[in-house]
């Protein structure tokens, strides 16, 4: 890739400027010294009644200075330097190229629609000042201020979770739980078990045990195993950190729960976690490259190729930014829909929702996984989006 290539470059220069640097010090630190002895001789020459020769002094100090030869061993690790330098610019040009008009086709956008885009992304990274700006500058309606609200709220949320105030978070996941659950999250039992270690923590194992009791007992059915390894934390109170169980107390922790929070918040929101601007220029980046060179080959054939309808050559993207809006499912090889969404079994794998009733006769039996033998239960497959 060439990105590689010139980081690769980069790091080759970065290298021989560090043993230029290098060279450099040591050949000063030298000539340092042989001045600090030469002053040393003649201070202490005045310090007592012998005298010494400041000319002949001198002259002994400029031979020894002509035998560390400074030029001659700078010479090279310079030269070496220089080569680099004058090859970096080179690479840059060789890969950047200035002019990327002919690599993209000219249509015509829904500006307001790319407005919103922008204007999301800012309101997404938490850049509420610009962008309240970027809105006013592109005199857009006031309809993304509800957006710009919304997310005030997720941050509040954040910030207030990194000082392990949880208060927030739990509301927003009570007020939500109904739509939380569709979804198969946890968030709400995640919150509530960081909400109990805090108390643990604190050595208060009374207040620890009301809490369980009355705000994890309710995820006892689904979640016992997670349930019974905090409740056995009750016999470590204060001393969590030397338990079995210290891992529970790991900043890690929060971070993972406040990513689900910040994926979970944007789900309801009808955003994607990842900012759509963010998305489409790290895949712009990748793209770019390979249709670069693409359109230098066909402007040397002389032909057009913005007119064509599909590109001769593959653009490889990472996985990260392949999507497909279109399943067919594998048992019935019929394309899902609205009313037919593809549906995601416990196992991992996926099939067509009236693939599931048919082989679960109306969710009244579990039915093996036509690709793994792993047994399916039709009411733990949840929707799943592309």
């Not at 970065?14 to 030298?30: F, G, N, P, T, Y």
């Not at 979770?161 to 009570?174: G, I």
């Not at 057009?304 to 490889?316: C, D, I």
């Not at 609205?338 to 579990?366: A, D, F, R, W, Y």
């Amino acid at each position: 890739m060439e990105l590689t290539t010139i980081k690769d470059a980069f790091d080759r220069v970065a290298k021989k400027q560090k043993l230029s640097s290098s060279k450099a010090q040591e050949v000063i630190d030298q000539i340092d010294q042989e001045i600090q002895k030469t002053l040393q001789k003649i201070q202490s020459s005045n310090d007592c009644e012998s005298q010494v020769d400041y000319k002949s002094a001198l002259a002994e100090l400029k031979v020894k200075l002509n035998d560390i030869a400074p030029l001659s061993q700078l010479e090279s690790t310079q030269k070496e330097l220089n080569g680099a330098l004058s090859k970096y610019p080179k690479h840059l040009e060789k890969f950047f190229n200035p002019d990327i008009s002919k690599a993209y086709r000219n249509i015509d956008f829904d500006t307001h629609t790319v407005n919103e885009i922008i204007g999301s992304h800012f309101y997404q990274q938490g850049l509420f000042e610009i962008g309240d700006c970027f809105r006013t500058e592109a005199k857009e309606p006031e309809s993304e201020a509800a957006v710009k609200s919304q997310f005030q709220e997720m941050f509040q949320i954040v910030e207030a979770m990194k000082r392990r105030n949880l208060e927030p978070a739990l509301n927003w996941a009570v007020t939500n739980s109904d739509k939380l659950k569709p979804n198969g999250s946890d968030l709400l039992l995640k919150l509530q078990s960081l909400q109990f270690v805090e108390i643990l923590q604190k050595g208060n194992r009374d207040g620890a045990l009301q809490y369980a009791r009355t705000y994890l007992a309710p995820f006892a059915s689904d979640h016992m195993a997670e349930i019974q390894k905090l409740m056995v934390c009750l016999l470590w109170t204060g001393r969590l950190d030397r338990s079995p169980y210290s891992h529970l107390l790991s900043p890690a922790n929060w971070d993972k729960v406040t990513g689900e929070l910040t994926r979970q918040f944007c789900n309801l929101l009808g955003q994607s976690y990842e900012s759509p601007l963010s998305v489409t220029i790290a895949a712009g980046i990748q793209g770019l490259p390979p249709l670069l060179k693409f359109m230098n080959v066909m402007a040397g054939k002389r032909q057009e190729w913005q007119s064509m309808k599909q590109l001769p050559v593959p653009v490889e993207l990472d996985r990260e930014f392949q999507f497909h809006s279109i399943f067919v499912c594998p048992v019935s090889k019929e394309q899902s829909t609205e009313e037919n969404p593809p549906m995601l079994m416990s196992c991992g794998h996926v099939l067509c929702k009236q693939s599931i009733t048919k082989m679960s006769k109306n969710g009244t039996k579990s039915f093996k996984c036509p690709y793994c033998p792993s047994d399916v239960n039709s009411a733990q497959c949840r929707p799943l989006v592309f």
